[in-house]
């Protein structure tokens, strides 16, 4: 099976930085393409349950602070893709449903592959928080390759 448009998704930790990595690895050997994505929440996860404690300069600012963020993320990723001579591009968007993101992306961009991190929560952990990943997996219109 030969894959020509990865999508990569990463929230930036260090397992999403590892499975970029891989991806790049992956689609340089394969000669495909890759478009790195990050899906930013539209409130910050530090403000929830705050609302009328924060002023409309705050938010701002916090909401500053995440593009700036995700624009960081894409950035470290797209230089990965550059250095190993790897066709990248990088989309942002804004969306408190990553995995809906990640999946309406992978579709509208005709990606082949999603490729991504699993950050490992299991037992009670992973079924209150959920996990994204096992989100994308049982509902993703193309094959995901999860980097653990």
Same mark, same amino acid.
């Given at each position: ?55 409309? *300069? ?8 995440? =593009? ?19 066709? !990248?591009?990088?989309? =942002? ?10 999946? !309406?992306?992978? *579709? ?13 929560? =299991? $037992?009670?952990? $992973? ?7 096992? =989100? ?13």
């Amino acid at each position: 099976m030969s894959f020509s448009h990865l999508l990569v998704p990463s929230d930036g930790s260090d397992l999403s930085m590892a499975a970029v990595r891989h991806a790049v690895a992956l689609a340089a050997s394969l000669g495909a393409r890759i478009t790195f994505f990050h899906a930013q929440a539209s409130v910050p996860v530090q403000v929830v349950g705050l609302g009328e404690m924060l002023d409309a *300069t705050t938010m701002e600012a916090l909401m500053s602070a995440s =593009r700036k963020d995700g624009d960081r993320i894409l950035e470290e990723s797209l230089a990965v893709a550059k250095e190993a001579g790897v066709n !990248a591009t990088a989309e =942002r968007v804004l969306s408190d449903l990553p995995h809906q993101a990640i999946i !309406a992306a992978a *579709t509208r961009l005709g990606c082949d592959l999603i490729v991504m991190a699993s950050h490992g929560r =299991r $037992g009670l952990v $992973g079924m209150l928080i959920g996990s994204e990943t096992q =989100r994308v997996l049982v509902q993703s219109p193309c094959p995901v390759l999860v980097i653990r």
